[in-house]
């Protein structure tokens, strides 16, 4: 393990054994609302509401890295604590080969939506629980059933189904091919024929390039293309690394493609 104190976050580095260990899930577990899930690494964001949880948290690290390292507990702790108020970063050092976790999806309406897990996954069920928070109706181990009866909780439905990396594991979705049907069905576009899952996923990753929500109109794709295409073209780009020229330009055809894609069925 290495702790770096920087001004503005403090930065653990570590391995999957420390992460799992019961303190520091119980930590990330009760912090799972103010916490930001990477590739490889959690963020966690200050809550007033758990000071003292987060305050135990940062004694009970600094005895366990000053006897690691054979430091002074007292001044350590001292360092750490001042530092409270930042924003906490655990990064795997170690990293285990990437696992697939399957989950399913299915709306029952335009109301509610299920999401299960195929095997209990603790880690990704944080990160679930923690995305979704006031919009979980109900909840196991290894299940969340959601109220998405509203614009702002389907928007939020759609981010969270974007992302698929949560440490080391990479999230599998599958949806039955009426999950739009039933879902979005006041909007004419999905009239038309049935998407099989993979096209599903496809169709909501395209609807996020273009950061519209699933369903808008050819105007609000159009306006919305117009506007990240002005910023993405790889013409605009001037004395940048390669890195970025490549990047611009993998966007810039994404939304290409996106665009391409979504005015056909609106």
Known sequence: ME????????LIRTDFNTLNQAWVRSFLTKHAKNM??????????????????????????????????????????????????????????????????????????????????????DWVMSFLKGQFGIYIKESTDSSITLDVSDSRSKTTLERVLNKRNVLHYEIEYSYDSDFLRRLYGG????????????????????????????????????????????????DRIFHKSPNMLDHYTQKFQLLQE???ALKIVS
């Not at 096209?199 to 909501?204: D, L, Q, R, S, V």
């Not at 990753?205 to 293309?225: D, I, M, Q, W």
């Open 187 to 234: 909007f004419s576009i999905f009239d038309c024929d049935e998407h099989e899952g993979g096209n599903i996923e496809k169709m909501m990753r395209f609807y996020n390039v273009l950061e519209c929500p699933v369903g808008a109109s050819l105007e609000t794709l159009k306006k919305s293309y117009r506007k990240l295409v002005r910023v993405y073209h790889p």
């Open 36 to 121: 930001l899930f990477l590739p490889k690494a959690v963020l966690v964001f200050q809550n007033q509401s758990y000071i003292d949880s987060r305050k135990n948290f940062l004694e009970r690290l600094s005895s366990y890295y000053a006897k690691k390292h054979d430091l002074s507990e007292h001044f350590f702790k001292k360092s750490l604590l001042k530092l409270t108020d930042k924003p906490i970063k655990v990064e795997l050092i170690s990293m285990q080969d990437i696992q697939d976790v399957s989950v399913e999806v299915y709306a029952r309406d335009k109301y509610t939506v299920d999401i299960s897990l195929y095997y209990p996954n």
């Open 258 to 260: 996106a665009y391409s």
């Open 3 to 10: 702790i770096v104190l920087q001004n503005n976050l403090i």
